[in-house]
């Protein structure tokens, strides 16, 4: 079954690079660069095509031309495929394209040209293929960001040459931020499946851990500048974002240990990051700690202030205690005992009459 397997995607393979080589030549078509993504994107799981991958990466150096190229074959082709193979293949080639740190480039992608979000393969039961979904799903995810991520970097970078101007610490900030952002998921890429150790596998983790080694590294070397220049405005942010950097790097600490048991030769030696300055962080904390006494000390002047205002004093009401009411005619008789039994004796007639009432209306109008 399993030669079966990899002679229908050899054929498979086949088809598509004689469809590259029968199909109409246009100007903006590189018939080269495609039959060279169809080979290091193939169906084989047992090995990766580094040479054809570096063929690819360098026609993509030659001219950001072949980005259109690259952009369209390579979502072609992931947008047909139902193989597992295909796609993390896919991923890692464009990783590799990210990686050329070509700015004209990676300005260009933006995010990437499809989408694997919900990735799952159909050449295999679900059973059996559940961990590389996931694997897939991921790895685009992380993959996704990061790429929208340093492309956003290059335009912001440009805009303040031109303007000459310099980032500020909030914008550091924001930056650190997103670098976290992304090693949260980068950590989630892992094999979970007890069928996963598989070569491709093993190849795909071997950048994931380098990618990671990478991104934590500029986040202390981002918090490392920055700490100088954080004011009292900014010493909140910056205490948040250390302390997550300090839990960042005792999880990557448990994830090389879980890469190195898996058998990954990148995870071999955990590597030695620049550590953040234990008396930075100490003097962060007393400024945030001396900030929030004086904001408590604010408020409790406020309800003192509020406590202190002096309210009009209403008049007072006295209590009168006497046995002199003084009585007047209309209570006195609508109220008095006489005046009910002398309406219940002779009660007020009916007055009827046939002559028309007439009533004088009031002139509104005429003054």
């Not at 851990?209 to 010493?235: F, H, M, Q, W």
């Not at 948040?240 to 190195?260: H, M, P, S, W």
């Amino acid at each position: 079954m399993k030669l079966w397997k990899r002679a229908a995607a050899a054929i498979k393979d086949r088809k598509s690079l004689l469809a590259v080589e029968f199909s109409r030549r246009t100007s903006y078509r590189n018939t080269d660069l495609e039959a060279a993504i169809i080979k290091a994107t193939s169906h084989d799981d047992s090995s990766v095509d580094y040479s054809n991958a570096h063929r690819v990466y360098k026609w993509i150096k030659a001219s950001p031309l072949n980005m259109k190229t690259l952009i369209h074959s390579l979502s072609s082709r992931v947008n047909h495929t139902r193989s597992w193979i295909v796609a993390l293949k896919s991923l890692m080639l464009l990783h590799g394209v990210l990686c050329c740190k070509v700015p004209s480039i990676l300005a260009e992608i933006r995010r990437l040209p499809f989408d694997l979000s919900d990735f799952t393969d159909g050449h295999s039961c679900l059973s059996k293929t559940w961990g590389f979904n996931i694997f897939v799903r991921a790895y685009f995810a992380f993959l996704n960001n990061y790429s929208f991520f340093t492309s956003d970097h290059i335009h912001r970078s440009r805009a303040n040459l031109r303007l000459e101007k310099v980032d500020s610490v909030n914008q550091q900030l924001d930056r650190i931020q997103k670098l976290q952002s992304l090693l949260d998921l980068i950590l989630q890429i892992r094999p979970i499946a007890d069928n996963m150790k598989r070569a491709l596998i093993l190849e795909a983790m071997d950048c994931i851990v380098l990618e990671s080694i990478n991104i934590y590294g500029r986040i202390c070397n981002g918090i490392i500048k920055i700490l100088p220049n954080a004011g009292k405005t900014d010493v909140a942010a910056t205490l948040k974002i250390v302390n997550k950097a300090t839990f960042q790097g005792e999880d990557l600490a448990l994830y090389f240990e879980f890469c190195r048991g898996f058998g990954i030769s990148n995870a071999r030696d955990t590597p030695q990051f620049v550590s953040i300055p234990v008396a930075e962080v100490e003097a962060m904390e007393k400024m945030v700690r001396s900030v929030e006494k004086d904001e408590q000390k604010e408020e409790e002047v406020v309800v003192e202030e509020e406590k202190a205002i002096v309210l009009l004093e209403k008049p007072r009401l006295q209590t009168i205690i006497t046995d002199k009411w003084e009585t007047f005619e209309d209570d006195e008789y609508c109220f008095s005992e006489k005046a009910i039994q002398e309406y219940h004796q002779e009660p007020l007639p009916i007055v009827v009459s046939n002559q028309p009432v007439y009533y004088t209306m009031p002139d509104l109008i005429t003054f």
